[in-house]
């Protein structure tokens, strides 16, 4: 082994990948160029490196990712389910409010909808005839001979 | 000591008994016996106006003398009116209606009311129909000219009255034609004929009785819900109340006077029928609520219906107190929504309460 290869042996990648510095690729290059057993490494990690940037690119197929956020959601419920027993039972009793309310309402809107119906106005009541011109003719009678006596009319067109 | 008592009675007494009446008092005294006393007959001309608009007719008066007096449209209408009673006959549709006795003795009852409101006074002379006439006018105390007046020197009879509201020309009656000798004109003769004997064999005689019903009566009537105002607006007093036994109905009549003009309000127990309604009947627009007039007639009327109770006030009253009247009267609510709820609530209550 020529002298300084245990100092440039980790920096392989670095100089396959181009990583290197000015002043550390220039120091390196020199060390290559009188050690065989280096440039034997470098090249293998060449290979190596071209061919992991020849692999073609492979993206999440979406099922995997829904299948991902439904065991989240999932997961989330399950942690939800999980929760003391005290807390549970206050949603149950929330409920059980809800419903008595949501169930009154609907009594009351059974109640106004029957109230409405049975309140509508009364046309049960009789109509009578209006004898108009026999009225005039009572009125005329209790009327006339007053303070100041005018013969009335009866025509009701003039 | 009967001279003391005498001075004094002189003194005291007399004065005030003996005061003359004023001279207007002794001449509407005058016509109105005069209208039942003396035979004439004439034709008078009414105009009335209504939204400036003149409503002109004219028709047959008739005084026997004794007590008869009959009216008589040349068309269709005839009323014959007496101390024992009289009647009502339509000759187009072919029906008579009894009437009640006339009550021509209250002439003199209404004219102390009439200072309470009005303002009488004897203003002049004028000729009418060639005849000689004292003119009168009277004013309201709160208000303007209301009545002016002509009276036949002669006969004592009103021949020309005009009726004024807010200084504007509301109708007049005046006679075209007068005479104190019905012998002497066929066209009264004939009248007389139609009005007093005016059931033709085909007319249809129309049943109605009429009772008074006194002030106990009424306390019943108002007990049992029927409304009997002792006043109305523009201090119109009740006078009198008659329950009219007709066809289908009893409907109550109440009489309110102010001391010049009468106003009468019918009540029937239910809903109008609209149909029918004698022909001229208009939908009055500015009342808030359905109801029916007659527009230029005489006296006025008005037909509307609230809570199941038919209403129908005939008078003749200036029209602004006749329109205060009718707002003082029941007339119909809006029915809105709780109103209805209300009513409904109390309906299913009453068929499901037991003690309903």
């Known amino acids: 082994m020529a002298d300084g290869c245990d100092v440039f042996e980790p920096l392989g990648s670095a100089w396959v990948d181009g990583e290197l510095g000015h002043d550390e690729r220039a120091t390196m290059a020199a060390h290559l160029q009188g050690c ?57 009793v929330g409920r059980a409010v809800t419903r008595s309310l949501a169930g009154m309402a609907a009594a009351f809107a059974l109640l106004g909808v029957a109230a409405f119906a049975a309140g509508a106005p009364d046309t049960e009541t009789r109509t009578v005839a209006v004898p108009v011109d026999v009225y005039v003719a009572d009125h005329i009678v209790h009327s006339i001979g007053g303070p100041v006596s005018t013969p009335a009319l009866l025509t009701t067109q003039p | 000591m009967l001279l003391i008592v005498a001075l004094v009675v002189a003194v005291v007494g007399f004065p005030a008994s003996a005061e003359p009446a004023p001279k207007w008092r002794y001449l ?86 009439l200072e309470e409101k009005y303002q009488v006074a004897v203003t002049g002379s004028q000729q009418l129909l060639d005849r000689d006439c004292t003119t009168m006018e009277i004013t309201a105390r709160d208000g303007g000219l209301v009545e002016r007046l002509w009276i036949d020197d002669a006969s004592g009879l009103l021949l020309r009255r005009e009726t004024y ?72 007093r009740a006078e009198s109340s008659f329950a009219v036994s007709a066809e289908d109905s009893q409907p109550l009549q109440v009489v309110y006077s102010d001391g010049l003009y009468t106003m009468s309000l019918f009540e029937q127990s239910g809903r109008p029928d609209w149909d029918t309604l004698p022909p001229g009947a208009q939908e009055a627009t500015d009342l808030g609520f359905k109801a029916y007039t007659w527009p230029g007639a005489v006296p006025q009327r008005m037909v509307w219906e609230a809570s199941g109770v038919t209403y129908s006030l005939v008078g003749d009253a200036p029209p602004d107190e006749f329109r205060a009247i009718v707002a003082a009267l029941p007339h119909p609510v809006s029915d809105g929504l709780m109103d209805r709820l209300q009513r409904g609530l109390g309906r299913l209550w009453s068929w499901v309460s037991p003690w309903s």
């Open chain 1, 36 to 92: 065989p057993r280096c440039r034997s490494r470098i090249n293998g990690l060449r290979v190596t490196s071209t061919m992991l940037h020849s692999l073609p690119q492979r993206r999440v197929p979406t099922e995997v990712g829904a299948a991902h956020s439904g065991t989240t959601r999932s997961s989330r419920r399950q942690s939800s389910q999980d929760r003391p027993l005290v807390t549970a039972g206050a949603s149950g």
């Open chain 2, 28 to 113: 509407l005294d005058r016509a109105a016996q005069a209208a039942e006393e003396r035979a004439y007959v004439g034709e008078a001309l009414w105009v009335t106006y209504d939204a400036g608009q003149p409503h002109v007719a004219t028709f047959q008066v008739q005084s026997s003398g004794d007590g008869d007096i009959s009216l008589a449209d040349s068309d269709s209408y005839a009323i014959r009116l007496a101390d024992d009673g009289g009647g009502l006959a339509e000759y187009e549709r072919g029906w008579f209606v009894p009437l009640p006795a006339a009550d021509l003795a209250k002439a003199h009852k209404g004219l102390s009311r």
């Open chain 2, 165 to 236: 509201a807010a200084g504007e020309l509301l109708r007049m009656v005046s006679y075209l034609a007068f005479d104190l000798d019905p012998s002497r004109s066929p066209g009264g003769a004939a009248t007389a004929q139609r009005a007093t004997r005016g059931q033709r064999p085909s007319m249809v005689r129309r049943p109605q009785e009429v009772a008074e019903v006194d002030s106990g009566d009424l306390d019943v009537l108002r007990d049992a819900g029927w409304t009997v105002p002792t006043a109305l607006p523009g201090n119109y």
